[in-house]
């Protein structure tokens, strides 16, 4: 969901859009390709890069990518890391988005990054997008001017919903579970924070819950 939303924002803001889907081995990988080829379809996107980066599956520690370690039911209130954090992941993404974005020219790369996150995820805050930029500049050639936008990171679920709303994002076509493919279980830490976002927005969520119990 939050991709989407930012990917709207991206849309209202620019005149050609390019979309990166990044599998590591995840338990919802073909669930998550399929949306991203959904609203891809939406937005008429035809520059779409499809990568596989199975090493993080391999290197393990999250339960995302182990089947060893279980899938938690959501505490929304924990200040811990959970289990869910997949060591350094969205680091690895953005390197193959500058990759990318320097070979086709594109001056951003939107990220769907949410600092609510962050108490549990750290390459979710602000100051670990605003190191990676200096590391783009550093590292990128001289000439090239690539600049990580992180529209929503500021934003609480409800907003997020609520920007999605206003923009006409296909939330219809988004998958936030962590652990399902066809019917969201509605009980991961993913589940619980959607749920909870389109109930403080006043909405309904589009897609089927297995159970909702928040």
Same mark, same amino acid.
């Given at each position: 969901m939050d991709s989407c939303v930012?990917? &709207?924002?991206?849309n209202s803001a620019n005149d /050609? @859009? &390019?979309f990166l889907h990044v599998s590591y081995g995840q338990r919802t990988e073909a669930r998550e390709r399929r949306a991203f080829n959904d609203i891809a379809d939406f937005y008429d996107? /035809? #520059? /779409? @890069? #499809?990568i596989s980066i199975e090493h993080l599956?391999?290197? !393990?520690g999250s339960s995302l990518t182990d089947e060893k370690i279980k899938v938690a039911e959501a505490d929304l209130e924990s200040k811990e890391i959970p289990l869910s954090y997949v060591p350094f992941r969205n680091a690895n993404m953005l390197s193959i988005a500058v990759s990318w974005a320097e070979v086709? !020219? &594109?001056g951003a790369i939107y990220i769907g990054a949410v600092a609510e996150d962050s108490s549990g995820y750290p390459d979710c805050r602000p100051e670990f997008y605003e190191a990676f930029q200096r590391t783009i500049d550093t590292g990128t050639k001289p000439d090239?001017?690539?600049e990580i936008r992180t529209p929503i990171i500021h934003l609480s679920k409800a907003e997020i919903v609520k920007k999605g709303i206003e923009l006409n994002a296909p939330l219809h076509l988004t998958w936030s579970c962590y652990r399902n493919e066809e019917l969201a279980c509605g009980t991961c830490d993913s589940c619980a924070l959607r749920i909870r976002g389109f109930e /403080? &927005? !006043?909405a309904k969520d589009p897609i089927?819950? @297995?159970k909702n119990s928040y």
């Open positions: 930012t990917a &709207a924002i991206a /050609r @859009l &390019a996107v /035809r #520059d /779409r @890069l #499809d599956a391999k290197i !393990g086709i !020219g &594109a090239t001017q690539i /403080r &927005a !006043g089927p819950y @297995l």
